[in-house]
């Protein structure tokens, strides 16, 4: 039987009167690229001065430029981390993972534990069960995407259920219909909604692209910078869409045939691979298609790109899609679950999902008149700027710490 000493509780340490600030302990899955880790991490920068905050991960994994950048600005801000287990989740990593989440607690005492996305939810509830005494802290989930424990549906049930009395957030309509759909023995009300915020990115100090490896540049005589810049960025994973991209580009050259266009695709990710392959040998003449690891602080770089591909096929939210478009950036989108709650209306670079060949046609009318194409993207900013303020969003998980924070644990 593992075991860890019992913590005093977070009320006792309050009437004792040496707890006056709320202590919240994130928990993320890891320390990488991830909407639900920027979020996190975004809202512990912006509370720091009023809540005290730890962060505990899942999984510890080998750093990445982008975990290495999250770990650089904890240590800036004197955040603790606690990082979880090694090794394959499902091959007793989840047991390991839940210890080590228990001794966070043991060790950070924290009032609330606000459980980022589906594989933290897992580890709390087995934590819950191993150690009773965790129960006694009071919890926030926020779900993050509006297609919930693919393939897990028994496991998912049985820990929506565990962890039933939690205060529920949803990044978005979607997502909290996602969540509701979970069937429990208990009744849950619905999860609020707390749409993610951005602000204009500033522009960048100076700098081009990633550095990457070329899959194919139609003869190889490409443009260090060409006069049209695409990018891909996210996990390269069925849910992003990166198997459309070798249909999406051969549209879009169909319909717009120039010879100057650089395409980057950044990420990593199961798919990486058979992506690789597909993408040989198809770069159309003067075009450059280069993929990429992961770009840190792609939000201060959208600038250098001239459209934005995101063929998401679902998304909780897309913090990326706003930030694009905030930065004057054209994006093509599809009208995904959850990604088109963050797009205007009457956006204009949009296709239904799994359309590669609109994909790709839209991506050539940006391609045909790029300064256009920025122009109609620059002209949402003022209604994107007042819908998805950062301050509205940050307020409202303040309160929630604060409320949760006065409340005892069931």
């Known amino acids: 039987m593992i075991s860890i000493a019992t913590p005093h509780r977070a009320s ?35 509370l720091q001065r009023s809540t005290d905050f730890a962060v505990a991960t899942v999984l510890d994994v080998e750093p990445t430029p982008v975990g290495r950048a999250m770990r650089a600005q904890l240590a800036d801000l004197n955040i603790p981390i606690f990082l979880g287990a090694r090794g394959h989740y499902k091959k007793g990593g989840a047991i390991v993972a839940a210890w080590r989440l228990a ?4 060790h950070f005492q924290p009032d609330v534990v606000h459980l980022h996305t589906e594989m933290p939810e897992l580890t709390w509830a087995i934590a819950r069960m191993l150690f009773p005494w965790t129960r006694r802290v009071t919890m926030v989930r926020t779900v993050h995407n509006s297609e919930l424990w693919i393939a897990w549906g028994g496991i998912g049930r049985w820990v929506t259920d565990r962890l039933a009395t939690a205060r529920a957030v949803a990044v978005s309509q979607a997502a909290a219909a996602a969540d509701a759909a979970i069937g429990t023995r208990r009744p849950r009300p619905q999860a609020e909604v707390i749409y993610n915020g951005a602000r204009v990115p500033p522009p960048a100090p100076g700098g081009g692209g990633a550095s990457g490896s070329a899959v194919g540049d139609g003869g190889g005589m490409g443009p260090a910078r060409a006069a049209v810049s695409v990018l891909f960025a996210g996990r390269l994973i069925a849910q992003k869409g990166p198997d459309l991209l070798p249909a999406i580009l051969a549209s879009a050259y169909a319909a717009c045939p120039r010879a100057d266009v650089k395409v980057q695709i950044a990420g990593t990710g ?17 075009w450059v298609i280069e993929m990429t690891p992961p770009i ?11 459209a934005v591909l995101m063929p998401s096929r679902f998304e909780g939210f897309s913090v990326l899609a706003i930030e694009t478009l905030l930065s004057g950036v054209p994006l093509v989108a599809t009208r995904a679950p959850g990604l088109v709650e963050a797009l205007p209306a009457d956006y204009p670079f949009c296709a239904a999902v799994d359309d590669a060949q609109m994909l790709g046609l839209t991506l050539a009318r940006i391609l045909e008149a790029p300064q256009a194409a920025q122009q109609q993207a620059a002209a949402f900013v003022p209604e994107l700027t007042s819908r998805f303020a950062p301050e509205a969003m940050i307020a409202r998980y303040s309160d929630i710490y604060h409320e949760e924070h006065r409340r005892r644990a069931p």
Do not use: Y
């Open 103 to 106: 001794r966070a607690v043991s």
């Open 296 to 306: 840190g602080g792609l939000s201060l770089r959208l600038r250098e790109f001239d």
């Open 12 to 46: 006792d340490w309050r009437a004792e009167g040496r707890q006056v600030r709320p202590r919240v302990l994130q928990v993320i899955t890891k320390l990488d690229m991830g909407g639900a880790e920027v979020i996190a991490l975004d809202l512990v920068s912006a």
């Open 270 to 286: 199961p798919l990486e691979e058979a992506l690789r392959a597909a993408l040989v040998g198809i770069a159309p003449p003067g």
